[in-house]
């Protein structure tokens, strides 16, 4: 997607400098070429939230019915109700010819309340259960824009650390992608690319992705097919104001110290959710967005294995079917620019 937003900015870019290059020095076209570049992401990141500096949501998930398996075993079985509190903040470090570095700060926190418990093993207790567990991330990113066989192309690789204490890192991931565009016209957009995961935890090493976007004229609408991401429709409502609808997947990863000797001490807990619904945005301020969604939510895997094991050798699973949803979200536009 970065290649699409380079290539609109890069000809008005030009036009522009080209117009004004006998009235302004060099820092003064560098400003407005700068302020052109920015103008331009703030646009395209109101259609892909990933692109958005920072933000901040927190979901309120209705209750439902859980059911949780020991090795294979029924363990119990209650309602449960889940909020989680979702943050991230983008920070461009510096930028040189075709290539980026940007770096991620990530924060996610969970809380379960578990009533009416109905216990299917003697060591498990039916009392009510009320738990938090927050995890912090770390990501640094290297990007660059190029050409192979004098097609463009972007690549970037990564390296990510997680934590929930401030003395140790406890898990350190790594990925790369390969992005090409096949195609761009006024009203539609290809392009193609993969995903390298680095990660015992990942769902798959290797993962091929897609994203198509066209803008049907007559109707104002856009649609964003960006798989295995979502799925999803846009309609622009008024200047400051727009409304999203389709399904999104996301995550999340948490670690857990258990205390009972016959189990692994020291383990992750992932889940891998669906939320389909519908997503109003407004703009407060120029660079500040507000948000309320609702919809279903839709756990399709919850599972807790050991740290150095794989998903699949998972010791524990929950069942947790769907569930109604509502999310409210402070997200803000592209405002920072890269340290050079």
């Known amino acids: 997607m970065k290649i699409k937003f380079y290539l609109g900015t890069i000809v008005l870019s030009t036009l522009f400098t080209a117009s004004h290059a006998q009235n302004t020095n060099p820092l003064t076209r560098q400003r407005m070429i700068d302020s052109l570049k920015m103008s331009a992401l703030s646009d395209y990141a109101t259609r892909y939230p990933i692109l958005r500096q920072g933000s901040i949501a927190t979901d309120i998930l209705g209750a439902r019915t859980i059911k949780g398996e020991l090795n294979g075993h029924d ?33 996610q926190q969970i809380h379960f309340d578990t009533k009416d418990i109905t216990s299917y093993n003697p060591a498990f207790s039916n009392a009510n259960q009320s738990l938090t567990k927050s995890t912090v991330g770390f990501t640094a990113t290297f990007s660059r824009s190029d050409s192979i066989f004098n097609h463009p192309v972007t690549y970037s690789a990564s390296v990510s650390g997680l934590t929930d204490e401030l003395s140790s890192i406890k898990r350190v991931n790594y990925s790369g992608t390969l992005n090409v ?37 007559d109707a104002d609408l856009d649609l964003f097919v960006d798989i295995p991401y979502r799925l999803a429709v846009r309609k622009q409502l008024s200047k400051k104001s727009w409304v999203f609808a389709g399904s999104e997947l996301g995550g999340s990863l948490f ?86």
């Open 75 to 107: 363990l119990y079985e209650g309602k449960t109700n889940i909020s989680r509190i979702r943050a991230a903040f983008k920070i461009p470090l510096a930028e040189w010819g075709k290539n980026t570095i940007t770096g991620v700060v990530s924060y």
């Open 181 to 217: 565009p096949l195609s761009r016209t006024a009203n539609s957009s290809w392009s193609v690319g993969v995903a390298v995961i680095i990660d015992p935890s990942s769902v798959a090493p290797v993962v091929p992705f897609v994203s198509y976007w066209h803008k049907f004229k």
């Open 255 to 340: 670690f857990f110290d258990l205390k009972q000797p016959s189990l692994p001490q020291n383990n992750i807990y992932t889940s891998l959710d669906i939320k389909t619904g519908a997503t109003f945005e407004y703009m407060l301020t120029k660079k500040l967005v507000f948000g309320v969604s609702g919809g279903i939510f839709t756990t399709a895997q919850a599972r807790m294995f050991d740290h150095n094991a794989k998903p699949n050798d998972y010791f524990f699973r929950t069942s947790n079917g769907s569930i109604p949803y509502v999310s409210f979200s402070l997200s803000f536009l592209p405002f920072l620019k890269s340290l050079r």
